[in-house]
């Protein structure tokens, strides 16, 4: 059974770090982008960071660049994501998502590319 569990998540205050865990199982985790979302409140998923074992690229979206970092242990078939500087609005659940290599650049952050999905871990940045 194809299974992706985040751990990680917490609360922090602002200028924090987190540090988000995905282990992912029942898969060829080396055949498949994993890409992190999240969804606050009211507000749709949305994607935040992935990375592609197809070419070991990896995307942000634009209000994470520079704070956080993906990176992925293929012996653990774990991907990280290191968040850096929390701000308040990157208070949400987070998930991580799996997509088959290859996808196209616009695909990256399309929810409907992904097959498989955790059940998410809440991040909370008090102000």
């Known amino acids: 059974e194809e299974q992706l569990v985040e751990s990680g998540g917490g609360l922090v205050q602002a200028g924090g770090s987190l540090r988000l865990s995905c282990e992912a199982s029942?898969?060829?985790?080396?055949?498949?982008?994993i890409g992190w979302f999240r969804q606050a409140p009211g507000k749709e998923r949305e994607g935040v960071s992935s990375?592609?074992?197809?070419?070991?690229?990896?995307y942000y979206a634009d209000s994470v660049k520079g704070r956080f970092t993906i990176s992925a242990d293929t012996a653990k078939n774990t991907v990280y994501l290191q968040m850096n500087s929390l701000k308040p609005e990157d208070t949400a659940v987070y998930y991580c998502?799996?997509?088959?290599?290859?996808?196209?650049?616009?695909?990256?952050?399309?929810?409907?590319?992904?097959?498989?999905w955790g059940q998410g871990t809440q991040v909370t940045v008090s102000s």
């Open positions: 029942g898969f060829a985790f080396d055949d498949y982008t």
């Open positions: 998502a799996a997509a088959y290599d290859p996808l196209t650049i616009s695909a990256r952050f399309s929810r409907i590319a992904y097959s498989y």
């Open positions: 990375i592609s074992h197809f070419d070991g690229s990896s």
